[in-house]
């Protein structure tokens, strides 16, 4: 195994964890109504998406910058492969960010990486303090604001193939 792959592979894990806080803190900074305060209450109200491919822009708009950022460093520093592993990490997880946030819009109950699909719980009991993450629920954890809450998925609902996975809507 090449130390380039290595160091692409490494750098690309440590943008995506940096890229899921990042997603993290904005969150908490819409609902401290920092950044984007009435277009996030609207989204609440609402409690609907745009849409994978439009979330995936959402979170592209941060992501990409952050990664062609980090590949230009890597390029200056002489390790293009941290760049573009960096950019992979943190565009890789854009495209994970913005499916965990339709899926849990859609169907919660296919959320399997997490015990209790956070945002969904974020939204259903109106949690305007709590349960910020969207992709995983480390943050949360971390800084004190995850908060368990009984949730039990439509019983109606269950995951019976693979195929309940990409059902969902792609576009609004």
């Known amino acids: 195994m090449s130390t380039d792959f290595v160091v692409a592979a490494s750098c690309a894990v440590a943008f995506a964890v940096l890229s899921s806080f990042i997603e993290y803190a904005v969150h908490v900074l819409m609902h401290w109504r920092v950044v984007l305060g009435k277009v996030h209450t609207a989204h609440h109200k609402d409690n609907a998406t745009d849409g994978f491919l439009w979330e995936f822009v959402y979170y592209a708009a941060g992501a990409i910058p952050l990664g062609l950022a980090a590949v230009a ?100």
């Open 73 to 172: 460093a890597g390029w200056y520093f002489g390790s293009l492969a941290a760049g573009i592993g960096a950019f992979v990490g943190a565009v890789g997880y854009a495209i994970f960010a913005a499916y965990a946030h339709q899926i849990q819009h859609e169907r919660p109950e296919l959320v399997f990486w997490m015990s209790m699909p956070v945002h969904t719980v974020h939204h259903v009991k109106q949690q305007w303090r709590k349960n910020f993450g969207i992709g995983v629920d480390w943050w949360d954890r971390l800084f004190g604001t995850y908060e368990k809450t009984d949730w039990q998925p439509d019983p109606t609902r269950k995951r019976t193939s693979l195929r309940d996975f990409v059902r969902i809507h792609w576009v609004k």
